[in-house]
């Protein structure tokens, strides 16, 4: 992948995006809808389907929520550990929300590490997202699959998937994540052949993105703090390509004092002291 698309999420955009996030608000505690009720039509998002209730759904399992904070941290060997485990039952037992959730979560965190390994987890997150018309699921499968085909260099469907996973939801909890990982497609289309910028406009269009996230991005909890801290860091790498090293530095700190305050490990961090010292910012 190319250098520059490490500023995907550490959370993933630290080096890469690393690092936005199946839970919510909700994050600290998930509920399962009403499994008789069809999802609510707010006007927002995309038009779900008609859900397939199928066997009685149980409430999402504590470890959805968890794994969610663990990815955003960075920690996705963690967030693997707490949904490879349980995804099987699930997926024997028939609890679509909770089984397309953990598939997605567990695609997003593979995808930081090898991206072919998050191919299977992602498709099946989009499969229980079509049958559930589940506005969350659908959202974390979209950006799931969409980060898959970010580690396999494939941009521009990406972003049609990261778009559709933004539409889904554009205000729920996951939708910064949707964000940010547009931008970082975008940022990766700014570049032709040998890695030269060919499409410089991709830079402003990835911007756009990652304002709207940060808009929406509170900072209160720490996983969400991490994800705010992505969001600058992915702003200095677009302010650097467009040789404002002033805004990219005051960018860059702002992201490490957000990684510190969300007690993210140096690893986390290693993307924007690389992007600092690239852009020779003062120490």
Known sequence: ???????????????????TVGACKKSEETEKPDDTQQPEDTGEGVDAPPADAGPPQDPDPEAIAEARAHYLLGQHEEAVGKLEPILPDLKEREQYRASGLTAGWLALALARDVAENAKEPAEYAVSMG???????????????????????????????????????????????????????????????????????????????????????????????????????????AVLR??????????????ALKLYGEAGVSDFVKEGVNQLKTAAGCKK
């Open 1 to 19: 992948m190319k250098k520059h698309s490490r500023t995907l999420l550490s959370l993933a955009l630290g080096a890469t995006m690393m690092m």
């Open 241 to 254: 390509y467009k040789n404002d090293i002033k805004g990219a530095c005051a960018k860059a700190d702002e």
């Open 130 to 236: 079509d049958k559930t018309g589940d506005k969350e699921v659908i959202q974390v499968a979209k950006a799931a699959h969409g980060a898959y085909l970010l580690g396999v260099m494939e941009f521009a469907t990406a972003l049609d998937d990261l778009e559709a996973a933004i539409n889904a939801d554009p205000t729920g909890p996951n939708a910064p994540l949707a964000m940010v990982l547009a931008g970082e497609a975008k940022m990766n289309m700014a570049f032709g052949p040998e890695d030269k910028i060919t499409n410089p406009g991709e830079f402003d269009a990835a911007a756009q993105y990652f304002e709207k996230a940060a808009g929406q991005l509170t900072g209160g909890e720490p996983a969400d703090k991490a994800l705010l801290a992505k969001v600058n860091e992915s702003q200095a």
